[in-house]
């Protein structure tokens, strides 16, 4: 899988994703690390990649848009913000959430649950 790892979250997910075999980039490896949300989801979009990131306001882009692309994974204020915990959890969770991550969705981590929401977001 594709992934572009926004600010919020560490470079070191990016990292683990890689050494897990997946294409994972930091927003710092395109010096976007102070881009506006809007030229990180654009980027996403055109190289088809999954945005990882902490930033709610994604939620907003991914309904605004009303396509099915990027899909987005949001790790919710309620989860730990340690790199290590976020990546393995990704990394557990990736085989299950994988044909909603290449369908297109938007999925929180939460630090109970995570919820999967399938787009386009409509209405």
Known sequence: MRFLVDNPVSPLVAEMLRKAGHDAVHVRDYALQSAADIIIFERASKEN????????DFGFLVARSKKRKPSVVIFHH???????QQGKLLLDNLTQLSTALEQGSFIVFESRRIRIRTLPIMG
């Open 49 to 56: 990649r999954i945005i990882i990131s902490a930033d709610t």
């Open 78 to 84: 309620s989860f730990p913000h340690r790199p290590q």
